[in-house]
């Protein structure tokens, strides 16, 4: 096989393949993972979904024990209580305070409003 057609074939087969420069280190993962969920539009879906996964964290373990979120769709956070006595207290007495503390933890824009709902 001559140099010309391995080089060719080589092509074809790795299309897209680039060497790196002598010197340069290939970019790490911690710098990649945010470019690439910029890019595809997720950065702020990623933020929204730290509501779920730091629930107890933001309410307290007292309430959620009681409640969970099920959804966040248009900024719209939906939350799953067990007792109609836990939707009364939650939707009357702490929807404000709740209110706050999920958006100084996800960001102030993240969620306009909650809802509650037995489930």
Known sequence: MTPA???QVLREW???ATPVAAGHAAATM???VPQVVKSMGLAERLQQSQVFYHWPDIV???IAAHAHPLSLRNKLL???VDH???LQELSRYHK???LQKVRDRIGKHAVRDIVFRIG
């Open 30 to 32: 911690d710098k990649l």
């Open 5 to 7: 057609l391995r080089t």
């Open 78 to 80: 939906i939350v799953a």
């Open 96 to 98: 404000p305070l709740l």
């Open 14 to 16: 790795r299309p897209f």
């Open 60 to 62: 307290g373990k007292d």
């Open 84 to 86: 109609p006595g836990w």
